[in-house]
């Protein structure tokens, strides 16, 4: 497709996006005097006004701690809070609302299951498989727990168009492979891995396998009991929630014999001064007061993106995608990384001649915001022999004349450095 033909837009979207950006306020703002054009969603997405609003609502009206009193407030409190346990059950399609933990995030989620699980069922020489595309938050972890316990943390290869090499990854399944850490989607490309089929050989492994979910629990639904896998975790504010507050499943067989990893209050069973007894999960891990405005407001945050329809925002966001990808390729000197087609809302590329990072610093001053550097993805970047990218996100809220911006801004940087 030629520029021209390709700045004619898709027009018949599904999904009703004027609407849907009329419930994000800071949509409406300007940043350096033009309109802000927000292509940073997979690093922190915006706030509808609903979610906002549910969150500044408990401190209004409902707020008070949880699980630990008789009084009017806490009971209503409790009740909100632990409704947004069940929703994430449902929203996850969990077996049960014990197998939701409280979080605060995707990274404290991983960091759970290692230092609980991990540290338990791990022992010295076991090996575990995490893929060239894992976010740092599911790399580290597992690294500081090797050094603890003498384990083999080995690399999953991906192709050159970013996907997961699966003749490469059956090949490193063995019986001593106990855990496989995969990304159901790239933060830095993109990318979709074949998650379902790739759980289904690490089972037949004997391994278990750690989803992480972080980028892909805003872009298409999901089942984690058809997946299959033994532990999910997501972050609430990149699907439209607060900050501070995000979910950890586990299957219930495996959280109920895992042992707690913080003590205090609420987590408790009994405590004398000599010993302590824990409860039940989910609640043995959720050690103090948890963030509870927050939580309270991540069920409207799942609420509007299951009204709005997780098809629907897929859909339009597959839209976004390839018109974006058309119109970087139209330009010329552009390479982009993670060309496999099964991809969701990101493009990641580079311009001949020009750095991501003073890309990203000119396009800032027409007010578009992008990403740039190593995305917490180093493995990604070393797999290309490069140092950064740049990278756009689209969510709901995204429009193909943002795209359009993006790309007018582009140009001038291009003419800049020509
Ligand atoms: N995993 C992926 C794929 C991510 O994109 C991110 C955040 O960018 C994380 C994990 C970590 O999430 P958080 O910083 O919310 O804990």
Not at 13 to 18: F, M, Q, S, T, Y
Not at 97 to 122: D, H, M, S
Not at 130 to 150: Q, R, Y
Not at 199 to 217: E, F, K, N, S, Y
């Amino acid at each position: 497709m030629n520029a021209a033909a390709a700045n004619s837009a898709p027009t018949n979207l599904a999904l009703d996006v004027e609407a849907v950006r009329r419930d994000f306020p800071i949509l409406s703002r300007e940043v350096y005097g033009k309109p802000l054009v927000y292509l940073d969603s997979a690093a922190s997405a915006q706030k509808p006004r609903q979610v906002i609003d549910a969150e500044s609502r408990v401190y209004e009206e409902e707020y008070a701690n949880v699980h630990r009193g008789v009084h009017y407030l806490s009971q209503v409190a409790t009740d909100k809070f632990e409704a947004t346990r069940t929703r994430i059950q449902q929203f996850l399609n969990a077996a049960s609302e014990n197998e939701i933990v409280f979080v605060r995030g995707g990274t404290e989620g991983v960091n759970l299951v290692a230092q609980t699980w991990g540290r338990q069922e791990l022992n010295e020489g076991d090996e575990i498989l995490i893929s060239t595309l894992e976010h740092h938050a599911n790399i580290v972890p597992w690294h500081l727990l090797a050094a603890e316990k003498g384990l083999v943390v080995k690399g999953i290869p991906i192709h050159d168009d970013g996907q997961i090499d699966m003749d490469a990854y059956r090949s490193l399944l063995n019986e001593r492979t106990k855990l496989v850490a995969l990304t159901q989607m790239s933060n830095a490309l993109g990318i979709i891995t074949p998650a379902q089929e790739m759980i289904r050989l690490a089972h037949d492994a004997g391994a278990r396998v750690m989803l992480d979910g972080c980028q892909a629990v805003s872009h298409s639904a999901v089942d984690v009991q058809a997946l299959d896998c033994d532990f999910y975790v997501f972050s609430g504010h990149k699907i439209y929630g607060p900050t501070g507050i995000g979910a950890l499943y586990g299957k219930a067989e495996l959280l109920e014999a895992m042992p707690p990893w913080q003590g205090g209050g609420e987590m408790i069973a009994r405590v004398s001064l000599e010993k302590s007894t824990f409860k039940k999960a989910p609640h043995r891990f959720e050690a103090g007061t948890p963030a509870i405005a927050q939580t309270i407001a991540l069920k409207t945050a799942l609420d509007y993106v299951s009204n709005l329809s997780l098809d629907r925002i897929a859909e339009h966001e597959a839209m976004l995608l390839s018109y974006a990808t058309e119109r970087l390729q139209a330009m010329g000197g552009i390479t982009i990384y993670g060309t496999h087609s099964a991809k969701a809302g990101i493009v990641s590329f580079a311009m001949d001649g020009v750095h991501p990072h003073d890309i990203g610093t000119i396009v800032d001053r027409d007010g578009v915001a992008v990403r740039v550097g190593h995305h917490c993805a180093q493995p990604v970047m070393q797999r290309y022999d490069i140092a950064a990218t740049v990278r756009a996100s689209f969510a709901l809220y995204n429009t193909t004349e943002e795209v359009d911006a993006m790309i007018a801004s582009l140009e001038r940087v291009r003419e800049l450095f020509a």
